[in-house]
């Protein structure tokens, strides 16, 4: 089995900073991408920032310039710096990660359970 366990959510007040992590375990051949997503009440989850194997990255444009996605891939663990948060940025922040569990099987999304951040103006 596979598990995906975020941390390091909270509540901060406008302009200030956090950082999640995210650690993946269990049976793990491979990881591919590892993504951070975040869900709004009353929006739909969308995608923050994303990090390949090799390290290349991507970010939605709302959080340009402010986070910074990064991982350790011999922790199996990826992290989100939030700088400058805004209180639209408050949200349940999920993890994701495309993973093999052998060398025998495709890859296919793992999903942690979220973690709440809370930005206060």
């Known amino acids: 089995q596979v598990q995906l366990v975020e941390s390091g959510g909270g509540l901060v007040q406008a302009g200030g900073s956090l950082r999640l992590s995210c650690a993946a375990s269990g049976s793990i051949f491979s990881i591919n991408a590892m993504d951070w997503y975040r869900q709004a009440p009353g929006k739909q989850r969308e995608l923050v920032a994303t990090?390949?194997?090799?390290?290349?990255?991507n970010y939605a444009d709302s959080v340009k310039g402010r986070f910074t996605i990064s991982r350790d891939n011999g922790k199996n663990t990826v992290y989100l710096q939030m700088n400058s948060l805004k209180p639209e940025d408050t949200a349940v922040y999920y993890c994701?990660?495309?993973?093999?569990?052998?060398?025998?099987?495709?890859?296919?999304?793992?999903w942690g359970q979220g973690t709440q951040v809370t930005v206060s103006s």
């Open positions: 990090i390949t194997s090799g390290g290349s990255t």
């Open positions: 994701a990660a495309e993973l093999r569990i052998s060398i025998v099987t495709i890859a296919r999304r793992y």
